[in-house]
């Protein structure tokens, strides 16, 4: 089936870290995303992983795939304010890829000073 | 120079009506896509085309018409609008999918929305 879920808001005071977490449900996904997007825009992508990883690191960003559980997760180091925006977990549809994005609910996150 | 561009950013409509919105890329992809975004930010594909032709159409209403008059547009018309279509629409693009090549991550470029709201 085509379902990927999200926790819809988090809260986290400048400094500290956050962690966003994801479930998706298609097991023959290849690639994993997360996207941005801040108030009035279009999505960017973040960062994004290949099925056959269990971590990547990107400067602040760490992602993390536990495939057994279907599990992806977000962690920003030292979250700034200009961090504060809608996260959105996606996977490829399928395992020809198609293009076919699934995006999870979005996690708006909100970045206290 | 914008990368994915759509306009109009704004369109105010009354329900009926017949209206379009049109986007562009100057990124040389092949992919064009169109996704809605519902009041609760929930973002859904709606169609796909790939050098002009049309390779994913979700369970969208046969109002909602896609064109591609070439590889670098992609534009939404949609007939009779209802209340229900008031949202905000996101084209995108990427590489062509379908070249057969494997290990490519499909990075989507999205444009900057348009939000169409019908009264």
């Known amino acids: 089936g085509e379902d990927v879920e999200q926790s819809l808001f988090l809260s986290v005071r400048e400094g500290d870290s956050s962690v966003i977490n994801c479930t998706y449900t298609d097991s023959s996904s290849t690639y994993l995303y997360w996207y941005k997007q801040e108030p009035g825009a279009g999505l960017q992508l973040l960062t994004y992983i290949f099925s056959n990883m269990d971590m990547k690191q990107d400067q602040r960003l760490t992602v993390l795939l536990n495939k057994k559980d279907k599990h992806l997760s977000l962690r920003i180091a030292d979250t700034q304010t200009g961090d504060s925006a809608i996260y959105f977990c996606?996977?490829?549809?399928?395992?020809?890829?198609?293009?076919?994005?699934?995006f999870g609910q979005g996690t708006t996150l909100q970045v206290k000073p | 120079d914008t990368a994915v561009s759509q306009t109009p950013k704004y369109l105010v409509t009354q329900m009926g009506n017949d209206k379009s919105i049109k986007c562009e890329q100057n990124?040389?992809?092949?992919?064009m896509y169109w996704y809605k975004q519902d009041s609760k930010k929930f973002l859904k594909i709606m169609f796909s085309?790939?050098?002009?032709?049309?390779?994913i159409n979700e369970t969208v209403p046969n109002r909602f018409s896609p064109k591609s008059p070439d590889k670098a547009h992609l534009n939404l018309h949609i007939n009779s609008l209802e209340l229900g279509d008031s949202a905000v629409y996101f084209c995108a693009s990427s590489q062509d999918l379908t070249s057969g090549t494997s290990g490519r991550y499909n990075e989507q470029f999205f444009g900057p929305g348009t939000r169409l709201t019908v009264l």
């Open positions: 085309y790939n050098n002009k032709e049309l390779i």
């Open positions: 990124l040389g992809h092949d992919t």
């Open positions: 996606a996977e490829i549809f399928g395992s020809s890829n198609t293009g076919k994005l699934i």
